[in-house]
């Protein structure tokens, strides 16, 4: 079994910049765990697969992406998800809504792929620049760096990305044009 999730990545240029923001919150706030997986946006949440059927999910990601285009995406300054996730924000756009909403449904409906906790609450597109180990006196310190920081990037995402965790950290598997 593999653990496995569905993102949209960047261009290389602000992948480049967020994973120095990732390297500033580990060398100043001694928080590591985002630099274990690429810039991203996650659109379907981490599941566990059969790694001899990967294929399928492969398939089933082709069929989906067979019928979609590819969307503007805006990052736009900071969030947080208080008290242990700071993010790039990305703008919520109808065209990302939809497209995240129809992915999770097609899984779901296709191979029984289901995030409860998603279905309990909205989506917030992020791109997380630190969680899980950055501690709550290192946020609100962190916090305070980032909230009024500007920035402002747009890419066209024109594929989604299929990740997998091996080796404590996260790679790309397969990706599959929009």
């Not at 996650?42 to 294929?55: K, Y």
């Amino acid at each position: 079994m593999s653990l496995l999730f569905v993102a949209l990545l960047p261009s290389q240029e602000i992948q480049d910049y967020a994973t120095k923001i990732k390297q500033h919150f580990a060398d100043r706030y001694n928080t590591r765990h985002a630099l274990k997986s690429p810039p991203h946006i996650t659109l379907q949440p981490p599941f566990e697969w059969a790694d001899a059927h990967i294929s399928i999910i492969e398939e089933c990601l082709q069929a989906f992406t067979l019928t979609r285009s590819s969307l503007p995406v805006t990052l736009n300054g900071y969030g947080a998800f208080i008290p242990h996730v700071i993010y790039i924000n990305v703008e919520k756009t109808p065209d990302l809504l939809a497209l995240q909403s129809e992915l999770m449904e097609h899984l779901e409906n296709q191979l029984g792929i289901v995030d409860k906790s998603s279905k309990t609450r909205t989506f917030t597109p992020h791109m997380t620049v630190a969680f899980k180990d950055l501690k709550r006196k290192s946020f609100q310190t962190a916090w305070k760096e980032f909230e009024r920081r500007e920035l402002h990037f747009e890419f066209t995402a024109d594929k989604l990305t299929l990740l997998i965790h091996k080796d404590k950290s996260w790679h790309i598997a397969s990706e599959f044009f929009l």
